[in-house]
T-cell receptor
């Protein structure tokens, strides 16, 4: 399967614990995005990498959240001291750069569903 | 006010019906627009891009009106398999990040 993969698919944790999610993008895609989706809402942008550089972070990304893409390939999203409000689906997407510096189709992974008890 | 706004529905229609979804966006700097489809507990998947000149793909037609910052999706001859949530999406210039509407739920009934 050459699509975007995410692990784990499901994570249940207790409030206050740290969790880490992994995203493996499509291999030739240099752009990688993280989004968060809560029930009944559309996905919301969290952060964006071009190669290994993190170029934009949403205000939604509090200081408990950190994302990395150390070699410009896979990415990790860590949430420290989880809160019940962090319960959501965390989606990763990847794309090639657009032809004029803009966008191109983003391909989404299956998501990691986080439940904080 | 959300940057992309949609009526969440649900829209309940019989098979064979024509249904139209609308969406408005507030950031005139947005570069590109899309409709994504999302099935229950699955990831969003691109349905089609939206252009000012209109875009048709089989039973689906999408239209963009930049002057009024309005996007539409028309589905003709609805099928049971069209039941899903349809997400209206604006794409930011330069970063390419996607700004999603809340989604409109469609339920096609036999």
């Amino acid at each position: 399967d050459t699509g975007v993969s995410q692990n784990p698919r499901h994570k249940i944790t207790k409030r206050g614990q740290n969790v880490t999610f992994r995203c493996d993008p499509i291999s030739e895609h240099n752009r990688l995005y993280w989004y968060r989706q809560t029930l009944g809402q559309g996905p919301e942008f969290l952060t964006y990498f071009q190669n290994e550089a993190q170029l934009e972070k949403s205000r939604l990304l509090s200081d408990r959240f950190s994302a990395e893409r150390p070699k410009g390939s896979f990415s990790t999203l860590e949430i420290q001291r989880t809160e019940q409000g962090d319960s959501a689906m965390y989606l990763c997407a990847s794309s090639r750069p657009g032809t004029s510096g803009g966008g191109n189709e983003q391909f989404f992974g299956p998501g990691t569903r986080l439940t904080v008890l | 006010r959300k940057e992309v706004e949609q009526d969440p529905g649900p829209f309940n229609v019989p098979e064979g019906a024509t249904v139209a979804f609308n969406c408005t966006y507030s950031n005139s700097a947005s570069q590109s627009f899309f409709w994504y489809r999302q099935d229950c507990r699955k990831e969003p998947k691109l349905l089609m891009s939206v252009y000012s000149s209109g875009n048709e793909d089989g039973r689906f037609t999408a239209q963009l009106n930049r002057a009024s910052q309005y996007i539409s999706l028309l589905i003709r001859d609805s099928k049971l398999s069209d039941s899903a949530t349809y997400l209206c999406v604006a794409q930011a210039r330069n970063t390419g990040k996607l700004i999603f509407g809340q989604g409109t739920t469609l339920q096609v009934k036999p």
